[in-house]
């Protein structure tokens, strides 16, 4: 069994040592390449200052490397007793390079080495999650655009309220999607700060070179202050939960919609037969289930937030123990996530759409907006008109006119597609991935 790196003369009870470590063996291991790359960062820049030779360099650099392939093929594992990732490289790098490798740790601390992990792997969970939204946009407003003159009734209160289209449904969360990028973005620009260099917490009296680090790593900037460094552990997961929560409540709301629209009572969509399930006694049933579990999956990340509130929001800044807790929630909800987005985005693109719905007249009166406002552009004035119309119905004889003349900006024949997809790509354009994937292959070369 590996000994820890910080063990001195005293064994730690061996339940205690449970305990602490918890689960961060198994959530560590999707840290495993961030933990290599900082630490190819963070020792160029110890050679940088001479605290490593060039000769020592090369070999940790070699050696790192292959660290790194292991991790990609799937042969690296953090072995019992290591701890943690951290530990685990420097086990590997001490037994197969010898005292080289116990010089790697020199001007850090695991403190920041787990703060830069996470912002690494979050780095990279982040891009996947923005290329998945902008895949369920596209597909949306393809969806949109292709039927969007197919009227569907609109709803106030679940009562018939007045027209609407697909046109607008499907559009209407593709719009939504795109401010949620604006969160996500947000997210990204406080993620994308390097906390290198702030060790404990209280920076090092090694002469770092922590704009280099910043440099290597693809970072838009620091944590310049190394208190505020720390203090973001836990506050950068918050704000990208919250990211991902906002993303989670379209998703929601749109699997809600599918379910409702999807029952017999409604009939307004169709899924493929293939996409639903079936129940155990009623043979006629096909059940919406990947919508449902959709629906129940992203309520859950919506709660994410509270949770690591509830864990932080009691620390005075300085490390805490308390803070690994976060992974056992954090890591876990961007797997759930992508794979919501992309079940979410193969229902749209296969779902079958009723383009029939308004032959039922039970939807008739949702026309009574349109005659009110026909005959107040003749110069009856409204609540005249308003008051005809509602006694016709009233009485049984209200005649829909089922010609809907909307054209302003955002409605039914003015959807101002071209305008949500200018402002969706614009977003995209500012998280500027390409600058990260550049620096993390030439840190690699």
């Not at 690296?76 to 590997?92: C, K, M, P, R, T």
């Not at 609109?154 to 209407?172: D, E, K, R």
């Not at 864990?311 to 308390?322: A, C, E, K, Q, V």
């Amino acid at each position: 069994m590996a000994a820890k790196i910080w063990t001195k003369t005293t064994d730690v009870d061996k339940r205690v040592d449970q305990f602490t470590v918890g689960r961060d063996r198994e959530l560590d291991m999707f840290l495993a390449s961030y933990d290599v790359l900082g630490s190819m960062a963070h020792i160029r820049m110890l050679a940088s200052v001479g605290l490593l030779g060039q000769d020592e360099l090369q070999l940790l650099l070699k050696e790192l490397k292959n660290i790194y392939h292991e991790v990609s093929a799937g042969s690296f594992s953090i072995e019992e007793g290591a701890e943690d990732i951290h530990s685990q490289v420097e086990l590997l790098l001490t037994r197969r390079l010898g005292d080289i490798g116990k010089k790697i740790h020199s001007g850090r601390s695991r403190n920041d080495q787990v703060l830069l992990d996470l912002k690494l792997y979050t780095r990279a969970e982040l891009m996947e999650i923005v290329d998945l939204v902008n895949q369920l946009i596209e597909t949306l407003m393809k969806q949109s655009n292709q039927y969007k003159h197919v009227l569907l009734p609109g709803y106030t209160h679940l009562q018939v309220a007045m027209p609407s289209s697909f046109g607008l449904w499907f559009g209407a969360y593709a719009e939504s999607l795109v401010d949620d990028l604006q969160l996500l973005l947000s997210a990204w620009k406080i993620t994308n700060r390097n906390p290198l260099g702030s060790a404990a917490g209280y920076g090092s009296s090694f002469p770092l070179d922590r704009q280099m680090t910043t440099e290597l790593l693809g970072f838009d900037s620091m944590n310049y202050n190394v208190v505020y460094a720390q203090m973001g552990r836990g506050k950068m997961e918050r704000i990208v939960a919250n990211a991902l929560a906002s993303v989670a409540a379209t998703l929601s709301k749109l699997a809600y919609d599918a379910c409702l629209y999807n029952s017999q009572n409604f009939g307004f969509i169709r899924l493929p037969e293939e996409f639903t399930t079936g129940s155990s006694i009623m043979p006629h049933k096909k059940n919406p289930d990947v919508f449902e579990l959709t629906r129940a999956k992203c309520n859950k990340i919506q709660a994410i937030p509270q949770q690591i509130t509830l864990i932080t929001n009691n620390l005075p800044s300085g490390y805490f123990r308390d803070l690994q807790i976060i992974k056992e929630l954090f890591i876990p909800t961007f797997s759930e996530l992508k794979d919501c987005l992309q079940m979410t985005e193969l229902m749209m693109s296969k779902v079958q759409i009723n383009e029939n719905i308004l032959d039922d007249p039970k939807y008739d009166a949702m026309f009574s907006v349109e005659t009110v406002n026909k005959l107040t552009l003749g110069g009856m004035p409204f609540r005249d008109a308003y008051k005809q119309v509602g006694l016709a119905i009233e009485a049984g004889i209200f005649i829909p006119d089922k010609e809907v003349r909307h054209t302003h900006a955002g409605s039914i024949g003015n959807l101002c597609n071209d305008e949500i997809v200018a402002y969706k790509n614009d977003l995209i354009k500012q998280f500027n991935f390409e600058k990260v994937k550049q620096s993390l292959k030439r840190l690699l070369s």
